[in-house]
C-alpha cells in the first residue's frame, strides 16, 4: 500500500481501522490532509495539536458557520485545539460509512452551544444567525417567530427546548441530513 | 428505542414517585443519608462509587445506602452491578412502580414526591435532564454536579460505557464474531478516539478474564469461527477495493465543495449509471463479442472500405462488423477441437436477457429502497418542515467562499418565504381567480399535449418520407435522428417556458410538472420510432441491423446535439456575459438578459435517462453499443463538470436531492420496463429475419430458447416444472395471493399510521399534564398560597382524566390544599423513628413538617 515511508506503524493504521469507520488508505490519506494544514509541525510529531484557528483553514471547515463549533465538539481538550486523533475523529463522523445515530449525536453537541443537553432558545437563535450569517435581514422578531414555529413543530414535550430525544426524531425522519451531514475525506 | 422511551418518560415518572414513597415509608431517615451518599460518593472509592456516580443527583437522593450495599453483595462485582446500567435501572423503576403502586396510597407517595420536590424546585429544569440524558444513543448517563453541569472527565465515562458493554452477553464471547459486533459497536459510540481505546483495551481484558475461565472451543466451532473470520475478512477487503476505487473521487469532491450536495446528485446519478454500463459492457463482451470474434466473421464477405463518415451514421464499414445483430454467426464453435462446443446464439439471447433482467430487479430494488427512505419514512417531515431547513440545511461538504456565500443567502431566502407564508393570511382564491389559474393549468396541459400530438406525427411523416429510402450512400441517414433529437431539445426548453408562465404556486409542482412533460415527450418520440421500425419492417435484408444503426444514430447525434453543442450555445452565452453582461459595470439595454447559462438539473438527468432507454432497446440488436454509451457517459461527465465549474451558475432553486435522485430512479424504472415489454413481445410474436444473425432458422426468437427445453426428455424435472408453472390456474393463484398480501400490508400500514397520529396526541396530552402539574407543584413548594383559580383548573384537569390508576393523582389535591388551610400545630410525638428526620429537616419549610406529620398519621392508622 506503499505506507513503507509512512509515519505510522501497521499496529497503529490497524487500531485506527478499528476504532474509526475508515479504512487504512483513508487513514493515511486523513494523515495527509492533516498534515497539510501544517506540514512541518505534524511532520516533525505526527499526533502535534493545533490550534483551533489552524484547524479551521481546512476548506471544508473554514466555509461552515459552525465551523468552531465542530472543532469544539471534537476537541480532546475541549478548547477547540485539534490533535490527529480528533481530526480522525471528526472525519469518521463525517464520512458516509458512518450510521445517522453517530452523526446525529454530533450534529446535536455542534449546535448544542452552552452544553446543557439541550437546546434551547438561545442555541436555536446562534444556530439560525450563524446559518444567514448574521444577516441582519432577519430582524429579532423574525427570529423570535422562527424559534417559536420550530418549538411548536418539533418540542413535543413542551419544555421550551429540544431534548436529544426530539432531536434524534428530526433527524430520523429526514432522508437529507444524512446527505448535508457530510464531508468528503 | 429512544422514541419508545420518551413515550415512556411520563410513566416513569409516575413510577418513581411510587418508588420514592415507599422507601420512603419504611426509611424514614432516608433522605438525609442518601443526600450524603451523593456529595461524597467520589471520595468513598470502590464499587459503590462507580454504582452512585451513575446514578443521575434526582436519583442520588432517594437511593439508600443499604440497597447499593445489597447490589453490591447480591452481585459480587461492582463493575457489573445492574444498577450501573441505566437501562437496567429505568426499566426496573418502572416495574416497581407499576406492580407496587396498586397496594399504595398514590395520593400518600405523590405527596412525599411533591415534598421532594419542592426541596429541589430551582433545579426543576435538571429533572427533565436526566430524562434526556437517559436517551443518549451511547446509552450514557452523564453525572450532573450540583450546579448542573455536565461531568465528562473520560475515566468515569470509560467505566460506565464498558459496564454497560459488559451486560450484553453476545459481545463479550470470545470468538471473532462477537469481537467483530464488538468493533462495531465501540465504533459506534460517540467519544473520543482514545477514549475508544480504553474501552476496548478494557473489554478485551474483562473478555480474556472470562474467556480462560470457560473451557476451550471444540474444532468444528473452531473451524466455524474461522470460515466466519475469513468472510469477514474478505469482505473487508472488498469494501477497502470499492472505497479505494470510487470512480471520479476527486471531482465529486471538487462539485461537491463548489455546489453542494444536491448538485453533486445529478453527478451521483451518471456515476451510476456509467457503473452499471461497465458491468453490462463486461458480460456482453466477454460472452458474446469476444466469442464472436474467435468464431471470426461468416465466410469471405467483400468488406466496405472504412470512411470516416460511417463512425456517425453507423453505416457501411459498421454494418458488417461485430457492431450490429446481422453479422454474429449462429453456429457452435470449439477452438480446441473435441471440447464442449461454445453455442453464440444461446450465449447471446441467454446474456441479453439475463443482463436486461439483472438490470431491472436492481433497479427496482434500488428504487423501492430510495423511495421508502426518501418518501415514505420521511413523510412525518412534512410537520417539521421548518426544524428541518434549520437542522439539515447546512451542506457540511461545500469547501468553498463562493458556494457557502450562495448557501447563505439560499437560506435566508428560504426563511424569508417561510415566514412571509406564515404571517400572510391565506387570502381565499375568488372564484374567477381560481376559474382563471385552473384554466390556465388546462390550456397549458392542451397545448403540450397537442405540441406532443404534433411531434409524433410529423416524426411519422420524416420517417415515412426518408426511412425507407436507401441512404447508404448519403447523410440523409441522419435526418430522422436529427430531426427527433432536435426537436426534443427545442420541446424541452417551450415546455420551460410554458411551466413558467403558469406560475404555479409551488415551486416543486412546476418542476415536477417539467419533468414528466419532458419525459412523456421522449417516450413519445421512441415509442414512435419503435412503432414504425417494427411495421414497416423491409421483407428482406436484415430488419435487426436496420434497427441497431438507427439507435446508433440516435445515441451519437443526441451526444453531439446536447452535449457538444448545447455546450458550446452555454458557452457563447458565457462569453456574452463576461463581456457585456451586466458584471462589467456596461449598461446595455440587453444586458439584464445576458445571464450566465444556468446549469439545468432536470434536463439534463432526463437526457440521461433517454440515452439509456435508448441502449436498453439497442443492446438487443448492437450489443456493444452498451461500450458506446459508456464511452459517452465518461465524456459527459467531464464535459458537464466543465460546463458547472467554469460557465454555468447553480440554480437557486434547488430539489431535495434524495427525492430528486429517488424521482429519476423512478424514471428509470419506467423506462426500463416498457423496453422489457417491447423486448418480450418482439422475442415472441416478430419473426427474426431469414438471412442474418445468431437466430436465423428460427422463426421467433423465443424458439431458440424452447428448442433447447424441448431436447429435454418429457420426464426432465425442469420440463415437467416448467409446464406446471406455466398453468393458468397457479399463475391465477399467485397473482390473487400476492394481491391478498398487498391488501393486508396496506391495511397494516394504515392502522400503523393511525395508531401513530394515536401515540402522538397522547404524548402531547401528558407533556401538557406534566408540565402543569410541574408549574402547580413548584408554585406550592414555594409557598404561595393556594388561590381559588388555581383549585379550580386543579379540578378542570382532574374532570379531564377519569380513567386509569393514576386519576387519584389529579383528582384528589385536596390534601395538599388542605395543609395549607390547616392550624399549624408543634409536632407532637415525634417519637424515635422521626428524629432523624427532624434533624435533617429542621432547617426547610414547614411543608416538610407537614409530611412527617402525615407519615406518623399513615403509621398510627
Redesign the interface.
Known amino acids: 500500500m506503499g505506507q513503507a515511508n509512512s509515519q505510522f506503524s501497521e499496529d497503529e493504521l490497524q487500531d485506527y481501522e478499528d476504532l474509526t469507520y475508515f479504512t487504512k488508505k483513508e487513514i493515511l490519506y486523513a494523515h495527509k490532509k492533516f498534515k497539510n494544514l501544517a506540514p512541518e509541525k505534524v511532520g516533525h510529531n505526527k499526533n502535534a495539536k493545533l490550534s483551533m484557528s489552524k484547524v479551521l483553514e481546512y476548506p471544508e471547515l473554514k466555509a461552515n458557520p459552525f465551523g468552531d463549533r465542530i472543532c469544539k465538539v471534537f476537541s480532546s481538550s475541549n478548547d477547540g485545539d485539534i490533535t490527529f486523533e480528533d481530526f480522525l475523529d471528526m472525519m469518521s463522523v463525517f464520512s458516509d460509512a458512518a450510521p445517522k445515530a453517530v452523526k446525529a449525536e454530533h450534529a446535536f453537541r455542534i449546535y448544542d452551544f452552552d452544553g446543557d443537553d439541550m437546546i434551547g432558545r438561545n442555541d436555536l437563535k446562534q444556530v439560525i444567525q450563524r446559518l444567514v450569517d448574521y444577516n441582519s435581514d432577519l430582524g429579532h422578531n423574525d427570529i423570535d417567530q422562527l424559534i417559536n414555529n420550530i418549538l411548536e413543530e418539533a418540542d413535543l414535550d413542551d419544555d421550551g427546548a429540544l431534548s436529544f430525544a426530539e432531536f434524534e426524531h428530526i433527524i430520523d425522519k429526514s432522508s437529507d441530513f444524512i446527505n448535508s451531514f457530510r464531508i468528503r475525506l | 428505542m429512544?422514541?419508545h422511551?420518551?413515550v415512556l418518560?411520563d410513566a416513569t415518572f409516575h413510577a418513581e414517585v411510587n418508588e420514592v414513597g415507599n422507601q420512603r415509608r419504611h426509611q424514614p431517615a432516608a433522605s438525609s443519608v442518601a443526600m450524603d451518599v451523593g456529595g461524597g460518593s467520589s471520595d468513598s472509592g470502590g464499587g459503590g462509587s462507580i454504582v452512585n456516580k451513575s446514578l443521575p443527583e434526582e436519583d442520588k437522593i432517594e437511593v439508600l445506602p443499604e440497597e447499593t450495599a445489597e447490589a453490591r453483595l447480591g452481585h459480587g462485582d461492582g463493575l457489573y452491578a445492574p444498577a450501573g446500567n441505566p437501562l437496567a435501572s429505568v426499566e426496573d423503576q418502572f416495574q416497581s412502580g407499576t406492580v407496587g403502586g396498586v397496594n399504595v396510597s398514590f395520593s400518600q407517595s405523590f405527596r412525599r414526591w411533591s415534598s421532594n420536590f419542592g426541596r429541589s424546585v430551582k433545579n426543576n429544569?435538571r429533572t427533565?435532564?436526566n430524562?434526556?440524558?437517559r436517551?443518549?444513543?451511547?446509552r450514557l448517563q452523564?453525572t450532573l454536579s450540583i450546579d448542573?453541569d455536565?461531568i465528562t472527565t473520560s475515566a468515569s465515562d470509560v467505566d460506565h460505557i464498558t459496564m454497560e458493554l459488559g451486560q450484553r452477553e453476545q459481545l463479550m464471547e470470545d470468538n471473532p464474531v462477537a469481537e467483530q459486533l464488538r468493533?462495531e459497536t465501540?465504533?459506534?459510540i460517540?467519544h473520543?478516539?482514545?477514549t475508544?481505546?480504553q474501552i476496548?483495551e478494557q473489554l478485551a481484558r474483562t473478555v480474556h478474564r472470562r474467556a480462560t475461565r470457560a473451557k476451550s472451543i471444540g474444532l468444528l466451532r473452531r473451524y466455524r469461527y474461522g470460515a466466519k473470520r475469513y468472510v469477514a475478512r474478505a469482505a473487508?477487503l472488498a469494501?477497502?477495493f470499492v472505497?479505494?476505487f470510487e470512480p471520479f473521487?476527486g471531482s465529486?469532491?471538487q462539485i461537491?465543495?463548489h455546489f453542494g450536495?444536491r448538485i453533486s446528485?445529478y453527478f451521483k446519478f451518471l456515476r451510476r449509471l456509467l457503473v452499471l454500463n461497465l458491468v453490462l459492457a463486461l458480460f456482453v463482451g466477454s460472452f458474446v463479442i469476444f466469442p464472436q470474434l474467435l468464431a471470426g466473421p461468416e465466410g469471405p464477405a467483400a468488406r466496405q472500405a472504412f470512411q470516416l463518415r460511417d463512425l456517425l451514421t453507423g453505416e457501411g464499414y459498421l454494418s458488417d462488423s461485430v457492431m450490429y445483430y446481422g453479422s454474429y454467426s449462429n453456429r457452435s464453435f470449439t477452438l480446441v477441437p473435441g471440447t464442449a462446443e461454445y453455442s453464440l446464439p444461446h450465449a447471446y439471447f441467454l446474456t441479453i436477457t439475463i443482463l436486461l433482467l439483472a438490470t431491472f430487479v436492481f433497479v427496482s430494488v434500488s428504487m423501492g429502497r430510495a423511495y421508502r427512505?426518501?418518501f415514505i419514512?420521511?413523510?412525518?417531515?412534512v410537520?417539521?418542515?421548518?426544524?428541518?431547513k434549520?437542522?439539515?440545511?447546512?451542506?457540511?461538504?461545500?469547501?468553498?467562499?463562493k458556494?457557502?456565500?450562495l448557501k447563505?443567502a439560499t437560506?435566508?431566502s428560504e426563511?424569508?418565504d417561510?415566514?412571509a407564508q406564515?404571517n400572510r393570511t391565506p387570502a381565499p382564491l375568488g372564484r374567477w381567480q381560481r376559474l382563471r389559474t385552473e384554466t390556465l393549468n388546462a390550456v397549458a396541459h392542451a397545448t403540450v399535449l397537442a405540441l406532443i400530438a404534433a411531434v409524433a406525427a410529423c416524426l411519422w411523416a420524416v420517417l415515412d418520407r426518408f426511412g425507407p429510402a436507401d441512404h447508404f450512400a448519403a447523410w440523409s441517414a441522419l435526418y430522422v435522428s436529427l430531426a427527433s433529437n432536435g426537436t426534443m431539445a427545442a420541446l424541452g426548453y417551450v415546455c420551460q417556458l410554458l411551466g413558467r408562465l403558469e406560475r404555479y404556486r409551488h415551486g416543486a409542482t412546476q418542476l415536477n410538472i417539467n419533468l414528466l412533460r419532458h419525459f412523456l415527450l421522449q417516450l413519445t418520440i421512441v415509442a414512435v420510432l419503435f412503432a414504425h421500425w417494427l411495421t414497416t419492417r423491409p421483407p428482406t435484408g436484415c430488419w435487426e441491423t436496420a434497427i441497431g444503426q438507427e439507435l446508433y444514430r440516435l445515441l451519437v447525434v443526441d451526444f453531439f446535439i446536447s452535449t457538444v453543442l448545447l455546450s458550446a450555445v452555454r458557452g457563447v452565452r458565457y462569453l456574452l456575459h463576461a463581456r457585456y453582461g451586466p458584471a462589467r459595470g456596461r449598461a446595455g439595454p440587453l444586458a439584464p438578459y445576458l445571464t450566465p447559462p444556468p446549469f439545468c438539473i432536470e434536463t439534463h438527468s432526463l437526457g440521461l435517462v433517454y440515452n439509456q432507454t435508448l441502449l436498453w432497446f439497442g443492446v438487443l440488436f448492437a450489443p456493444p453499443l452498451v461500450l458506446l454509451v459508456a464511452l459517452k457517459l465518461l465524456l459527459v461527465f467531464y464535459v458537464n463538470k466543465c460546463e458547472l465549474m467554469y460557465l454555468c451558475q447553480p440554480p437557486a432553486r434547488l430539489w431535495?436531492?434524495?427525492?430528486t435522485q429517488t424521482l429519476f430512479l423512478v424514471l428509470v424504472f419506467v423506462s426500463l420496463f416498457g423496453v422489457l415489454l417491447t423486448h418480450g413481445y418482439l422475442i415472441m410474436q416478430v419473426p427474426v429475419s431469414e438471412g442474418c444473425g445468431p437466430f436465423r432458422g428460427t422463426q421467433y426468437m423465443y424458439q431458440l430458447f424452447m428448442q433447447g427445453i424441448l431436447k429435454l426428455r418429457e420426464e426432465h424435472l425442469f420440463w415437467r416444472a416448467f409446464v406446471y408453472i406455466t398453468k393458468p390456474a397457479i399463475i391465477g393463484g399467485v397473482l390473487l395471493t400476492m394481491g391478498v398480501a398487498t391488501y393486508y400490508l396496506r391495511a397494516k400500514s394504515r392502522a400503523q399510521i393511525a395508531k401513530v397520529k394515536l401515540l402522538?396526541e397522547l404524548?402531547?396530552l401528558e407533556?401538557?399534564d406534566?408540565?402543569f402539574l410541574l408549574a402547580n407543584l413548584s408554585k406550592v413548594a414555594r409557598g404561595k398560597d393556594c388561590t381559588g383559580e388555581q383549585l379550580d383548573r386543579i379540578e378542570l384537569v382532574g374532570g379531564g382524566r377519569l380513567n386509569g390508576p393514576a386519576d387519584r393523582y389529579y383528582t384528589d389535591p385536596c390534601a395538599t390544599w388542605r395543609y395549607e388551610e390547616s392550624p399549624r400545630k408543634p409536632d407532637v410525638g415525634a417519637g424515635t423513628a422521626s428524629a432523624g428526620t427532624t434533624n435533617s429537616t429542621s432547617s426547610s419549610s414547614g411543608y416538610q413538617r407537614f409530611e412527617d406529620e402525615e407519615q406518623l398519621r399513615m403509621r398510627r392508622t
Open positions: 429512544a422514541r422511551r420518551a418518560t429544569k427533565v435532564y430524562k434526556t440524558i436517551l443518549m444513543p451511547s452523564k448542573g455536565l468493533i465501540i465504533k459506534s460517540a473520543k478516539i482514545s475508544k481505546r476496548r473487508r469494501q477497502c472505497t479505494n473521487y465529486m469532491k461537491e465543495g450536495s446528485a427512505i426518501s419514512e420521511s413523510s412525518a417531515t410537520q417539521n418542515i421548518l426544524t428541518h434549520i437542522v439539515c440545511s447546512w451542506d457540511y461538504g461545500i469547501a468553498n467562499g458556494a457557502a456565500r447563505h437560506i435566508l426563511l424569508r417561510y415566514l406564515r431535495r436531492s434524495s427525492q402522538k404524548l402531547c407533556a401538557k406534566k408540565e
